[in-house]
């Protein structure tokens, strides 16, 4: 069977004038970040959703029913500056998670360990859109390696994990709680 060039040629020029998402144009924003945060940010890892499941076997076929979903990671390689600035950040941000003294802190409050991070897709002319926001707290802090040899600037992956899959069922209850609280004081305060 003979090739429809007209075809070919019209999936090449869509190819051609299709403008894809550059994996570089990215900005990371980590609330209470030292101001330059992001320029150490190398390159970021991340998954969009995941659901977890349970398989049951139905005679000789399979079901995959959802259950849950699951927290989202966001996997880092920063580079430090000269003066340990973003390894200092980092494991201070963690003694808030868990205390020298092997105590648990508080996600939220004064110093709680639960930040906000968002994720900012870019374009060449500057626009910006945010790809991600989520409440996020460090678990990992790899390796760092060092070498005389390479030269190369001092680098080491930092794991976050999202705090809660029910950011957006938690913030509408407690509106919806605020709202009728607030409705149930106006009714009060008029009678």
């Not at 020029?13 to 980590?30: C, I, N, Y």
């Not at 659901?51 to 259950?67: C, F, K, M, N, R």
């Not at 580079?79 to 648990?104: A, C, L, M, Y």
């Amino acid at each position: 069977m003979p090739e429809d060039f007209n075809r070919l040629r019209r999936l090449v020029r869509q190819l051609v004038a299709t403008d894809f998402a550059k994996e570089w144009l990215f900005r990371l924003e980590l609330e209470g970040e030292p101001a330059e945060f992001d320029l150490f940010v190398k390159d970021i890892s991340y998954s969009m959703f995941e659901t977890s499941t349970d398989d049951e076997q139905i005679g000789s076929a399979t079901l995959v029913w959802p259950t849950a979903n699951q927290t989202i990671r966001i996997s880092m390689t920063v580079r430090d500056h000269q003066d340990g600035r973003i390894r200092r950040f980092v494991k201070s941000w963690n003694e808030k998670v868990v205390h020298p003294d092997g105590t648990v802190g508080l996600p939220y409050g004064v110093d709680g360990y639960v930040k906000k991070c968002r994720i900012y897709s870019q374009t060449e002319e500057g626009a910006e859109s945010v790809d991600e926001e989520l409440e996020v707290y460090p678990i990992q802090c790899g390796e760092v390696s060092r070498s005389r040899e390479n030269g190369q600037f001092l680098e080491f992956p930092v794991t976050f994990v999202q705090f809660s899959t029910l950011r957006q069922t938690v913030q509408t209850a407690a509106q919806n709680t605020m709202g009728t609280s607030t409705a149930n004081q106006k009714n009060s305060v008029s009678k």
